[in-house]
């Protein structure tokens, strides 16, 4: 049912884990099966001057409670996104993701699309908090 | 690599004695069970046979046995076979069944629906056990066909059988001496003649067959269903009880065979496995497989934090354990497993083409959570202590695994 690369994703997922000090975290969940992703961010110091698309995700790490596609999506995600700036990091689509996966199998798209979803929601919720520099509680 | 398989519930392997007796009627004995000459009669003596061993396991008559593709056939045939016989297209007929049926009977209840058949689906306890409180409640003047599954599939909770069969009997029984005038029923005339006909009670005991009382009689069923593949026989075979004087109509047509109820040719090699293995069932050690699942459950218990039992202990068939693992997802619980060489299966959502949790889960009133991390694990009289202690050593390093690599 799933790819050799799925299956070592799943096994083996890489950038699993919390960055402490991240820059942007997103989470979002899916309500069909309640499966929950969540994406740390760390932006390279380097080009802190820069608009926010243009900066560098130096680091990334993934958490996920879901199925096997589910853990190899954001898997593959992170390994996608990282080293790649937010403009390009925002273009991976679910397609990007399910081809490098080596497919995935039809019921299993929307947990692709929860990946990229998550990396999408990690952004939008680190420019909303520069628009207001000190966060209304 | 171990090869541990914990799905029995979903299939078990033929036994060698049972393949070893089908094997001559393939390439040997090959004739057609309904020819005259003699290559067919000595295919109808071997079909004969394994159907008064059926017969025998189940305290019937052999003319009462029907064989089929599988029990999904055989229960189809047994509710549609009886709403068919009903005049179901004129009059409005009432079935019951129970919201945590096997497909084979929900599915097929549910496109009667559509053809305009009422049907009520009986909720079971939180224990999974049906209340025959709850079914007798539903019952109603149309009311013609009971159909609650002996044992559930997922669960493995043992239903009271025995007991609805005495509430159908008590109320087929009120219905004959009932003066049809003094009904309350509305209906017209004609209507009311054909209502007052008996109610028929059908089971799918595919998940009883090794591990319950399977007595026709003392049960009080008219219909009930079995498969070979769940009780280490064949797959593609099944069997349908019919009491006899049940109005039943066929409903796939062609010869006249198996009593004229279930037309095609007859299938000489997986009768006669079908007969083998219901044989064997009276030699089969169920205390061993009971004492592997409940020492299974105590070392669960035992290694694994926030695990909870689905459904009641008391009223299981030894064979079933299913639990829910909090805070992971049972398709990657299957996942991991299978790649350590354990074979289980899950009721997540996850898991499902529909992506919708178990509907037996749910109806018993499992949170969407617990249903995720649930896992059946169905032992067979191949398992030993040995897979046991791996599994559990194997599912304690998953559980914290993927707890871990949850958002906190
Ligand atoms: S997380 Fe539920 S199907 Fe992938």
């Given at each position: 049912?799933?790819?050799?690369?799925?299956?070592?994703?799943?096994?083996?997922?890489?950038?699993?884990?919390?960055?402490?000090?991240?820059d942007?975290?997103?989470?979002?969940?899916?309500?069909?099966?309640?499966?929950?992703?969540?994406?740390?961010?760390?932006?390279?110091?380097?080009?802190?001057?820069?608009?926010?698309?243009?900066?560098?995700?130096?680091?990334?790490?993934?958490?996920?409670?879901?199925?096997?596609?589910?853990?190899?999506?954001?898997?593959?995600?992170?390994?996608?996104?990282?080293?790649?700036?937010?403009?390009?990091?925002?273009?991976?689509?679910k397609q990007?993701?399910?081809?490098?996966?080596?497919?995935?199998?039809?019921?299993?798209i929307?947990?692709?699309?929860?990946?990229?979803?998550?990396?999408?929601?990690?952004?939008?919720?680190?420019?909303?908090?520069?628009?207001?520099?000190?966060?209304?509680? | 690599?171990?090869?541990?398989?914990?799905?029995?519930?979903?299939?078990?392997?033929?036994?060698?004695?049972?393949?070893?007796?089908?094997?001559?009627?393939?390439?040997?004995?090959?004739?057609?069970?309904?020819?005259?000459?003699?290559?067919?009669?000595?295919?109808?003596?071997?079909?004969?046979?394994a159907?008064?061993?059926?017969?025998?396991?189940?305290?019937?008559?052999?003319?009462?046995?029907?064989?089929?593709?599988?029990?999904?056939?055989?229960?189809?045939?047994?509710i549609?076979?009886?709403?068919?016989?009903?005049?179901?297209?004129?009059?409005?007929?009432?079935?019951?069944?129970?919201?945590?049926?096997?497909?084979?009977?929900?599915?097929?209840?549910?496109?009667?629906?559509?053809?305009?058949?009422?049907?009520?689906?009986?909720?079971?306890?939180?224990?999974?056990?049906?209340?025959?409180?709850?079914?007798?409640?539903?019952?109603?003047?149309n009311?013609?066909?009971?159909?609650?599954?002996?044992?559930?599939?997922?669960?493995?909770?043992?239903?009271?059988?025995?007991e609805?069969?005495?509430?159908?009997?008590?109320?087929?029984?009120?219905r004959?001496?009932?003066?049809?005038s003094?009904?309350?029923?509305?209906?017209?005339?004609?209507?009311?003649?054909?209502?007052?006909?008996?109610?028929?009670?059908?089971?799918?005991?595919?998940?009883?067959?090794?591990?319950?009382?399977?007595?026709?009689?003392?049960?009080?069923?008219?219909?009930?269903?079995?498969?070979?593949?769940?009780?280490?026989?064949?797959?593609?075979i099944?069997?349908?009880?019919?009491?006899?004087?049940?109005?039943?109509?066929?409903?796939?047509?062609?010869?006249?065979?198996e009593?004229?109820?279930?037309?095609?040719?007859?299938?000489?090699?997986?009768?006669v496995?079908?007969?083998?293995?219901?044989?064997?069932?009276?030699?089969?050690?169920?205390?061993?497989?009971?004492?592997?699942?409940d020492?299974?459950?105590?070392?669960?218990?035992?290694?694994?934090?926030?695990?909870?039992?689905?459904?009641?202990?008391?009223?299981?068939?030894?064979?079933?354990?299913?639990?829910?693992?909090?805070?992971?997802?049972?398709?990657?619980?299957?996942?991991?497993l299978?790649?350590?060489?354990?074979?289980?299966?899950?009721?997540?959502?996850?898991?499902?083409?529909?992506?919708?949790?178990?509907?037996?889960?749910?109806?018993?009133?499992?949170?969407?959570?617990?249903?995720?991390?649930?896992l059946?694990?169905?032992?067979?009289?191949?398992?030993?202590?040995?897979?046991i202690?791996?599994?559990?050593?194997?599912?304690?390093q998953?559980?914290?695994k993927?707890?871990?690599?949850?958002?906190?």
């Amino acid at each position: 049912m799933y790819s050799s690369i799925v299956l070592e994703h799943f096994k083996n997922p890489h950038n699993q884990g919390v960055i402490l000090d991240a820059d942007a975290v997103g989470q979002v969940g899916n309500p069909v099966c309640g499966d929950i992703m969540k994406l740390y961010l760390k932006f390279s110091e380097a080009d802190k001057d820069k608009s926010l698309e243009e900066r560098v995700i130096e680091d990334i790490k993934f958490e996920t409670l879901g199925c096997g596609a589910a853990i190899a999506s954001t898997s593959m995600l992170t390994d996608l996104a990282k080293g790649k700036t937010v403009a390009e990091a925002l273009k991976i689509t679910k397609q990007n993701v399910a081809d490098a996966l080596g497919g995935l199998p039809a019921v299993k798209i929307h947990c692709s699309i929860l990946a990229t979803e998550a990396l999408e929601k990690a952004v939008k919720n680190y420019s909303a908090s520069l628009e207001r520099p000190s966060p209304a509680v | 690599m171990q090869n541990i398989y914990f799905d029995n519930a979903a299939t078990t392997p033929v036994n060698k004695n049972v393949l070893e007796v089908m094997l001559p009627y393939f390439c040997e004995i090959y004739g057609n069970a309904s020819s005259l000459h003699s290559f067919g009669q000595e295919a109808l003596k071997a079909v004969d046979e394994a159907r008064a061993k059926v017969a025998n396991f189940l305290g019937c008559e052999t003319n009462e046995i029907i064989f089929t593709s599988g029990a999904t056939e055989a229960d189809n045939l047994a509710i549609m076979g009886v709403v068919f016989a009903n005049n179901y297209l004129e009059k409005k007929i009432h079935i019951i069944t129970t919201e945590f049926e096997h497909p084979a009977v929900l599915e097929t209840c549910k496109y009667l629906e559509k053809q305009g058949v009422e049907v009520s689906y009986v909720k079971p306890g939180s224990d999974g056990v049906i209340k025959v409180e709850d079914i007798e409640k539903e019952i109603k003047d149309n009311t013609i066909l009971i159909s609650v599954m002996y044992v559930n599939n997922e669960i493995g909770t043992i239903q009271p059988i025995k007991e609805i069969g005495q509430l159908v009997k008590k109320i087929n029984s009120e219905r004959i001496t009932r003066d049809p005038s003094t009904s309350s029923s509305l209906r017209s005339d004609s209507a009311r003649d054909d209502t007052l006909r008996q109610i028929y009670f059908h089971t799918d005991a595919v998940q009883a067959a090794l591990y319950c009382e399977m007595n026709v009689e003392n049960l009080g069923v008219d219909l009930m269903a079995i498969s070979g593949h769940k009780i280490y026989g064949p797959k593609g075979i099944g069997v349908l009880y019919i009491k006899k004087g049940t109005r039943l109509q066929k409903i796939q047509h062609g010869g006249h065979h198996e009593f004229n109820k279930r037309a095609g040719t007859l299938n000489t090699p997986l009768m006669v496995g079908m007969g083998k293995a219901v044989e064997l069932i009276q030699t089969r050690d169920l205390n061993k497989i009971k004492f592997l699942r409940d020492y299974l459950w105590q070392e669960l218990q035992k290694n694994i934090v926030d695990v909870s039992l689905n459904g009641s202990w008391e009223d299981r068939t030894p064979t079933n354990l299913n639990v829910s693992v909090q805070g992971v997802e049972g398709e990657a619980l299957l996942l991991g497993l299978d790649m350590a060489g354990i074979a289980i299966s899950t009721g997540s959502a996850c898991s499902s083409g529909s992506l919708e949790p178990s509907h037996v889960l749910m109806s018993i009133g499992l949170s969407h959570e617990a249903a995720h991390g649930s896992l059946r694990i169905t032992l067979g009289e191949e398992n030993t202590k040995e897979e046991i202690d791996y599994f559990v050593q194997q599912l304690k390093q998953l559980a914290e695994k993927f707890r871990q690599m949850a958002p906190k």
